[in-house]
């Protein structure tokens, strides 16, 4: 077995590589120009050669002079054609690229089958050839691999679904193009769809009016379960069950049934946390909506197991329990019988089928003899599958196998859907509650202590708390509502489609509590609940989220201070003593700047596991990672790898936010990869943690060294962001802030606070998305520098952060993110937004200054590190990716830089601003200087593929 990693390969092997995706990109850049010639005319294509050409040259100040002209003198109708071209380009390269990741790993395989990647189920599969060493360690993480993938609605999916689907659409044929031989006529056929494609494309907006409600986001995610997902995990899954498989015979084990390894759950249509109009109807509708889509999906898989069963009892000698189970149906449903039994005689496994696709429709309708759980359902697959093996049947039953394991992984469910909540409505709820009925004078301001001791009598107290019909703010009745809603989806839907409650900026141990005693008045939880009781079946997770570096910290304070009150503690006993705590990414990188985060979420996830193993306490961790580096993104492998040794241990829970679901999940090769690459990535930490630990992975002095590399980047990074009384005037000024807001991207506000400009205020996915879109990329990496330079005036401490760059996971991911971040960022354009848009010359002066500053510093650290002479030189395809497409990203930026400065001029001219915020649901009217800036600010996240 050979095993490769990214590495410096050599930039002709590097072009060798890539012909075959710069041979795609020409192919259809020339088709685009062509359709902008025959639609607008050959001035407009020589216009976008003459920009291309300008921002592709070498920087100079004749060059830059040439393109501020250009920029400044053309007409707004001129611009939005240049704009759209750029956007276009963007569209094509992008599904280039994906289409390239797939044949690049085809023909790695085809050309060496021994090449194995180190983020790949080959790779682990040593461990299976090696199990002898660590028979149940091995055994125990195969067999109990607990992953969850989490969707959520976030809005940073810029590209509207219409473009996403005309995007697959020339993936598709690019994919066909692959795969000769063709027929001329196949080959012409091809050309034409991507000309037509192209065409369309141009044709469309691409910027998006209509502002989606909570029920069209949850059928955006729905469609990609549909059309990929779901077909995409179960091709991993038939390879980890391989593993098991070989694992089991090594072993003298006997496989369990019923595995899954990777499941899924949902946000959408449940994340309440802000958004109002996420509301008890709209989670009932998406649970609804959820489980008619996965039974559908049932249907039309049965119809391929229609046709691979076609054998006959004139040549099987047919297994007497599927012969009976057959005798059973015809009696429940003799008038199927009569419409097939002649066509379908000699075929008693189709017959079976069309009796099961019955009893499937019927449960879709909510009809009687329809299936009451996915048990009774795989029940009736098994007995099947079981008549097959008795006639030593192999691969006449891929389908059918297929089938139960989507049955075993999505239920008549599809995804567990989360609810969260923010702390602060449960509190006030109580608040309310307690001052109507004289219960308390005033909740909210009571001591900790005395308001937990209230809390756990009120949940020990059999009589209710609550009036049968709550009379109070809608805020609070929603809050009770969401509860009670809760209890009968669980009666409805079982609770593995509804039983986790996230608790957003959990503070102390009353925000949980206060969540306990409301599905205790709900009935979904009873302290003293017997087997056969009333809502015996009902459970509740409840889930702090620690969202801030203050609350990060605190987490296992509160934590301990939980596991041992007396009633917590019989909860969790009720749950086999199982924990799920989620930890946040965005909010705590905004908050303290990416250093502090990443280190204050390393020690939290360690003190959280060390807490919980001493206390017999099984946790699972759920990581609220957003798409951006600045919101905790990155390679996932690379992160899970990272991970404090023990906080996996085969079970992990990861959201998949925005732009990040359609890029990874909209296409099946790369779905597959990227599911794949999870499953490796959770197998590798939980098998390598007990080495890890005796290898001594977090020594004192790394973790000493870390904590003060993080507090000089905690103060310089909140010396800028909190401390510099100019630094909000340059930030609404400098960055599309207040443009972005103006996107129809999601449902959800982009303020937790309606009116406020502060930053504490702004939500993570804008404040990211912001510096992106000028080119700073600041969350990115700010602080890392300052800190670094500080603690390297010490020659040991230098020579001590460059052995931790070498040696330790951690250390090296965080220095890998920052330095990805620099090398997207461009600050000669972000220059350009501070000297174009920052009104007030000495704040623009001294923020800028401090910022260039921090850039130079950090650089410089990135590169003594990592010995390199630029930013991701050892990175050769990602570092040549961005060296490419930056030039045609700048053209969009100069031209945002001037639509934003026309729009806001245009805006103070006005005496009373318009409201350009859109209801959920509604579209907004055309407005030709916001779309122009919209749309670029569509191209640049295009472009780099990043938005929040």
């Known amino acids: 077995m050979t095993t490769t990693t990214t590495g410096s390969t050599g930039i002709s092997d590097l072009l060798e590589r890539t012909k075959p995706l710069r041979d795609d990109v020409r192919m259809l850049g020339k088709l685009l120009g062509q359709t902008i010639a025959n639609l607008e005319g050959e001035e407009v294509l020589a216009l976008v050669e003459e920009f291309r050409s300008l921002t592709k040259a070498a920087p100079s100040e004749e060059n830059r002079l040439r393109l501020a002209k250009l920029t400044n003198s053309m007409d707004l109708d001129t611009a939005r054609k240049l704009i759209k071209a750029f956007v276009c380009y963007f569209d094509v390269i992008n599904m280039a690229e994906q289409n390239h990741r797939i044949r690049r790993r085809a023909q790695r395989e085809s050309k060496n089958p021994n090449q194995i990647e180190q983020d790949s189920l080959s790779y682990v599969r040593r461990h299976v050839e090696e199990a002898a060493e660590n028979a149940n360690k091995v055994w125990e993480t195969f067999t109990n691999l607990d992953i969850e993938v989490v969707f959520t609605a976030h809005p940073t999916e810029i590209t509207r679904r219409t473009v996403l689907l005309k995007q697959l659409k020339m993936a598709h044929l690019l994919y066909l193009r692959d795969h000769p031989p063709l027929t001329k006529k196949e080959s012409d056929e091809i050309e034409a769809g991507l000309a037509g494609v192209v065409e369309s494309l141009w044709l469309s907006d691409h910027i998006i009016y ?96 229609f046709n691979e069963l076609s054998h006959s009892s004139n040549v099987l000698k047919m297994d007497q329990a599927l012969l009976d189970s057959v005798k059973q149906d015809v009696k429940l449903f003799p008038e199927v019988h009569e419409r097939y039994y002649q066509k ?30 996915p048990d009774q359902f795989l029940s009736e697959l098994k007995i099947m ?49 307690c001052k109507q009925f004289g219960i308390i004078d005033d909740y909210e301001k009571m001591d900790e202590e005395k308001r937990i001791e209230w809390l756990c009598k009120e949940i020990q107290n059999k009589r209710p708390l609550f009036p049968v019909k709550p009379s109070f703010t809608p805020d609070t009745n929603e809050t009770l509502a969401t509860a009670s809603m809760m209890a009968k989806m669980q009666d409805e839907h079982t609770t593995r489609a509804v039983d ?15 969540v306990l005693l409301l599905a205790k008045e709900a009935g979904i939880y009873s302290p003293d609940a017997k087997p056969k009781d009333q809502g015996a079946n009902r459970t509740i997770s409840i889930v702090p989220l620690f969202e801030t570096i203050e609350d990060l910290r605190n987490a296992p304070v509160l934590f301990d201070k939980l596991l041992s009150n007396k009633v917590w503690a019989d909860y969790l006993k009720s749950r086999g003593n199982l924990q799920e705590i989620m930890i946040g990414y965005s909010d705590s990188c905004k908050d303290g700047g990416i250093v502090t985060s990443n ?22 961790l759920f990581h609220g990672r957003g798409g951006t580096i600045g919101r ?107 443009e972005i807001s103006r996107l129809r991207l999601g449902s959800r506000p982009s303020r937790r606070t309606k009116g406020s400009t502060a930053i504490s205020d702004l939500r993570a996915i804008p404040w990211v998305f912001s510096w992106t879109q000028s080119r700073f990329l600041l969350p990115g990496w700010y602080g890392f520098g300052t800190a670094f330079k500080t603690l390297a005036k010490d020659p040991a401490k230098l020579k001590l952060m460059q052995d931790l760059y070498k040696e330790w996971p951690f250390f090296k991911g965080l220095v890998t993110k920052v330095e990805t971040s620099l090398a997207i960022a461009d600050m000669r354009i ?69 639509f934003i400065k026309e729009l806001r001029a245009k805006l103070k001219e006005v005496s009373a601003k318009q409201d350009a915020t859109v209801a959920p649901g509604d579209s907004a009217e055309p407005d030709t200087l916001l779309d122009t800036v919209l749309m670029t600010i569509n191209g640049v996240a295009e472009g780099l593929q990043s938005t929040g």
């Open 210 to 305: 209509f502002k989606p409600s909570p029920l069209d986001e949850v059928r955006y995610g729905l469609s990609l379960f549909d059309s990929v997902v779901v077909d995409s995990i179960i091709d991993v899954h038939s390879e980890l069950d391989l593993l098991v498989k070989e694992l089991a015979q090594k072993l003298h084990k006997q496989v369990p049934e019923n595995l899954t390894y990777t499941t899924f759950g949902s946000w959408i249509g449940g994340d309440r946390d802000g958004n109002p109009y996420v509301t008890t109807e709209v989670t009932r509708t998406t649970l609804e909506m959820q489980r008619k889509v996965i039974l559908e999906k049932y249907l039309k898989t049965l119809e391929k197991v």
């Open 344 to 373: 379908y005689k000699f075929e008693p496994f189709r017959r079976k089928l069309l009796f099961i696709q019955e009893k499937l429709k019927r449960t879709l309708d909510a009809k009687d003899h329809g299936y009451k759980n």
């Open 385 to 433: 599958f079981d008549a097959l093996q008795k006639t030593k049947c192999k691969h006449s039953l891929e389908q059918l196998k297929r089938l139960m394991v989507m049955v075993n992984i999505f239920g008549f469910h599809l995804a567990k859907l989360d609810l969260r909540q923010h702390s602060a409505r449960h509190s006030q709820a109580f608040g309310e509650l």
């Open 500 to 514: 986790t409650y996230i608790v957003s900026m959990t503070k102390d141990a009353s925000d949980m509590l206060e």
């Open 599 to 620: 280190w204050e979420l390393y020690k939290a996830q360690k003190k959280l596991v060390e807490l919980a193993d001493s206390r017999n306490i099984k946790l699972r």
């Open 632 to 738: 905790g993104g990155g390679p996932t492998h690379r992160a899970i790898l990272a991970q404090p040794p023990g906080t996996v241990s085969g079970r992990i829970k990861i959201t998949e936010q925005g732009e990040v679901i359609s890029s990874k999940y909209s296409v099946h090769g790369i779905a597959v990869r990227n599911f794949e690459r999870l499953a490796a990535a959770v197998i590798e930490s939980s098998l390598t943690e007990n080495k890890k630990k005796k290898t001594g992975i977090d020594k004192p002095e790394w973790l000493k060294l870390t904590e003060d590399l993080s507090q000089e980047a905690f103060k310089a990074f909140r010396s800028l962001i909190y401390e510099d009384p100019d630094f909000l005037e340059f930030f609404l000024q400098c960055t599309p802030i207040t």
């Open 830 to 898: 972000a220059q350009h937004y501070a000297d174009s848009l920052v009104e007030n010359e000495q704040i623009k002066n001294k923020i800028m200054g401090r910022i260039l500053d921090e850039f130079e510093a950090t650089k410089n650290a990135v590169l003594t590190l990592s010995g390199q002479e630029f930013p991701l030189q050892h990175s050769e395809y990602l570092h040549k990716s961005i060296e490419l497409r930056n030039p045609y990203i700048d053209p969009l930026s100069y031209l945002q830089v001037r």
